[in-house]
């Protein structure tokens, strides 16, 4: 799991090869075992693979371009009524879990942050998907075979971050 965790980087340039249903059915259940405050589970994740709706989500911002071209987005959305105070503590544990599931598969990742209090990226995704306005989107994941090597991985353990029982 730690060398997952450490080779896991986001990919932006994506093969057009499809994502099985069998890697991407093992993708949601790691989503669905996240952790979530008081059980409430309120994440809703739409799977696109319509090549015009994942260029339509590559309009919410100018960040998220490579959508339109990887073979699969993942669009994470909470239920702010089924959790008002911790939907999104809860959708962002599941996005980590499918960023390192797709990792584990031999699959890329980019996550693309959409909730940013609102917004115009979230009206994109939200009119694009037709998302009732209960749920909210936290974050669109491009999904996919990556297009480019896997970079090498420096060091990224800081010492003088960690405090020990106290600042």
């Known amino acids: 799991m730690l060398e997952v965790i450490r080779n896991r980087f986001s990919c932006r340039s994506?093969?057009?090869?499809?994502?099985?249903?069998?890697?991407?059915?093992?993708?949601?259940?790691?989503?669905?075992?996240?952790?979530?405050?008081?059980?409430?589970?309120?994440w809703e994740i739409i799977?696109?693979?319509?090549?015009?709706?994942?260029?339509r989500l590559s309009q919410a911002h100018q960040w998220a371009g490579m959508c339109a071209d990887a073979p699969v987005v993942l669009a994470m959305c909470g239920?702010?009524?089924?959790?008002?105070?911790?939907?999104?503590?809860?959708?962002?544990?599941?996005?980590?879990?499918?960023?390192?599931?797709?990792?584990?598969l031999g699959l890329g990742t980019c996550w693309v942050g959409i909730h940013a209090g609102g917004g115009?990226?979230?009206?994109?995704?939200?009119e694009a998907l037709g998302i009732p306005e209960h749920v909210r989107v936290l974050a669109l994941i491009a999904l996919g075979?990556?297009?480019?090597?896997?970079?090498?991985?420096?060091?990224?353990?800081?010492?003088?971050?960690?405090?020990?029982d106290r600042w």
Do not use: M
């Open 145 to 164: 075979s990556c297009g480019v090597p896997r970079p090498p991985r420096p060091e990224r353990y800081e010492e003088a971050a960690v405090h020990w």
């Open 79 to 104: 239920d702010a009524e089924k959790s008002p105070d911790w939907w999104i503590d809860d959708v962002a544990a599941a996005t980590q879990n499918v960023l390192l599931a797709a990792e584990s």
């Open 120 to 126: 115009r990226p979230e009206t994109v995704a939200r």
């Open 47 to 55: 799977v696109v693979r319509d090549a015009a709706t994942r260029e």
């Open 14 to 42: 994506f093969e057009p090869a499809s994502v099985s249903d069998d890697a991407l059915r093992q993708i949601l259940e790691a989503a669905f075992c996240a952790p979530s405050a008081n059980n409430a589970r309120p």
